[in-house]
């Protein structure tokens, strides 16, 4: 690091660097490396030196070859390459070997740019190598002459360049945040960039008051946009600070407004509830994340904007999507989950969505997105939302869309004597089926209890159309140990504490079936789900209760002492 910072004052006096006309003013230094949150990992520098890749489940091995020219296994694994994140497992090394191992890779990279890989050219790849690039800099420059100094220079503006004006296309929401965060971070690290500073802060600013709502969410409805956003917030605020420049308000209002709901999506284990694309939770990011977090406080209840509830009592979690689709620009992973809810008591997670794989979801998507892949109420088979199928549309929309879905979606919550009462509903089958679907759910005072009641009713003055059968689905996590009670309505769930709750159809006939947990960190887990059929002409609803055995281990002598609750006021 000594000898980098030498060389960069010997250069501060020296020649500058021939740079584009669309870049104005002298970059021929670099005046700070902002700082990586990521957790790195010192034995991949092994690895990467070896000539093997590992990224996304995939390996690739060089063979003497450039890793740049070899065809990728998965978009996953070429997106982990292009975007230069391994780069901080070299800098944990700190050796030599692995200094001159990082400057080696980045040399043959920035040497050749005319290499026609349109996923490097991707604004979120971009936007991620760039910053990169400027957060490893004491890596890659450490032990550098002046000319490859130089041809760093160059390489990283031209990649600036490129992601200021040519980048015209950006896909709205979380890739164009990251866009404009690599330009504020470009203007802040390269030297006489005085005017673009302002430029990026004034972009920034303006698109984090209109995709961070008040309540702290992201607009996409994404709990993980939280973390893939504030892992480079947080870093870009000392950025600023440490240039002597007053972070922007709207930057700093958006930290303080998002650092809760990590909290508010977080079960007993840690993992966040898996709504609207949410994958399986990365706990190095969300712990460094948490640090961060000044109040330290306990969650907040209920999230207006993002369209999120909570109830927590005695140990016992749940959380619930109450909120209408993301607007279409920002679906792209959006689900039909709306109502949908995850239970946890303690450290286990009992009921679940099946989630997001984090690698291959292209193989999933369609399924992890339908209304029947969530804890909740689906008629006929079909989602309450619908998505663009045309490949053409996928093509031309970069993704595929929810062009409809609920547009009414009501909830409210109340304290009543003996817990919390959360009722809600959305309109997502009005059209097609002539119903709304309302939800129920009860949770007592010392969270052994939690109640529940699906109801399909027609509009006022409307009548039930087409198809009249729909299904309750409750997926469990797979750690839960299922077994069906001889009474056909119950379902004994043993918990890896050896925990024991039962579920309890208190007119209806129950089923297991076979489900799927997408959202574990060794893939996708077989598990079981918890079924129970009706015709909505015959039977409009469905009461059903998870009671906490008195027999756990874990339930105090209070808790023991717990009496039936009664029915659920409606």
């Not at 070429?78 to 400057?103: K, P």
């Not at 109420?377 to 879905?405: P, W, Y």
């Not at 056909?488 to 006939?509: C, G, Q, Y």
């Amino acid at each position: 690091m000594g000898r980098f910072a030498r060389n960069a004052l010997a250069r501060a006096s020296g020649g500058s660097v021939a740079l584009s006309r669309l870049w104005p003013g002298r970059a021929d230094r670099l005046i700070i490396a902002p700082h990586d949150l990521r957790t790195a990992d010192a034995t991949r520098a092994a690895e990467v030196y070896a000539g093997r890749f590992v990224f996304a489940g995939k390996i690739v091995t060089c063979h003497g070859r450039s890793v740049f020219d070899l065809e990728p296994p998965s978009e996953d694994w070429e997106v982990a390459l292009l975007g230069f994140g391994w780069l901080r497992h070299l800098r944990a090394a700190d050796t030599a070997i692995t200094r001159a191992n990082a400057r080696s890779l980045v040399d043959d990279w920035i040497s050749n740019p005319n290499r026609k890989r349109a996923t490097g050219r991707r604004a979120d790849v971009l936007a991620r190598r760039v910053i990169s690039l400027l957060s490893q800099a004491p890596l890659v420059l450490g032990d550098s002459d002046g000319k490859f100094y130089r041809r760093y220079l160059r390489g990283l503006t031209r990649e600036i360049r490129y992601l200021r004006y040519t980048m015209l296309d950006i896909p709205d929401g979380v890739p164009r945040l990251q866009v404009l965060i690599a330009l504020c971070y470009g203007s802040l690290c390269l030297a006489n960039q005085a005017r673009h500073i302002r430029t990026a802060t004034r972009k920034l600013s303006d698109e984090l008051q209109r995709q961070i709502l008040p309540d702290g969410g992201h607009i996409s409805r994404n709990p993980g946009a939280l973390i893939e956003l504030l892992i480079d917030l947080l870093p870009l605020r000392q950025t600023f600070t440490a240039r002597n420049i007053a972070p922007p308000q709207a930057l700093l209002n958006a930290i303080d407004r998002m650092m809760p709901m990590l909290r508010f999506f977080r079960h007993g284990d840690g993992n966040f509830a898996l709504f609207n694309g949410m994958s399986g939770t990365p706990s190095d990011l969300l712990a460094t994340l948490l640090a961060y977090d000044d109040t330290h406080g306990t969650p907040m209840v209920n999230m207006p904007h993002s369209g999120y509830q909570r109830l927590e009592a005695g140990g016992t979690t749940v959380i619930m999507d109450t909120g209408a689709p993301p607007p279409p620009g920002v679906s792209h992973d959006a689900h039909a989950g709306c109502l949908s809810f995850e239970l946890s008591s303690g450290l286990n997670r009992i009921v679940t969505n099946c989630g997001m794989p984090a690698t291959g979801r292209d193989t999933w998507r369609v399924f992890a997105r339908s209304t029947a892949a969530h804890s909740t109420l689906v008629c006929h088979d079909t989602s309450s939302c619908q998505f663009v199928e045309l490949s053409a549309m996928k093509r031309l929309l970069q993704g595929s869309l929810i062009v409809s879905g609920p547009s009414d979606v009501e909830s409210s919550r109340e304290a009543v004597d003996n817990g919390t009462l959360l009722t809600a509903s959305h309109d997502g089958y009005l059209a097609k089926f002539g119903v709304i679907h309302q939800r129920v759910l009860m949770l007592s005072q010392d969270g052994t209890r939690l109640d529940g009641e699906d109801n399909l009713r027609p509009a006022p003055g409307g009548r039930i159309r087409g198809e009249s059968d729909y299904a309750l689905r409750l997926h469990l996590h797979p750690s839960v140990k299922a077994s069906r009670l001889s009474d056909a309505r119950s379902v004994m769930l043993i918990l890896p504490n050896r925990e024991v709750w039962t579920f309890e159809a208190l007119d209806d006939k129950v089923e297991l079936e076979d489900s799927v947990f997408l959202a574990g960190n060794d893939g996708p887990r077989r598990t079981a789900q918890i079924v129970i059929r009706q015709d909505s002409r015959q039977v409009s609803s469905i009461r059903w209760n998870f009671v906490r055995s008195a027999a756990s281990a874990s339930v105090t002598t209070a808790k023991r002492n717990a009496r039936r609750e009664p029915e659920l006021p409606l």
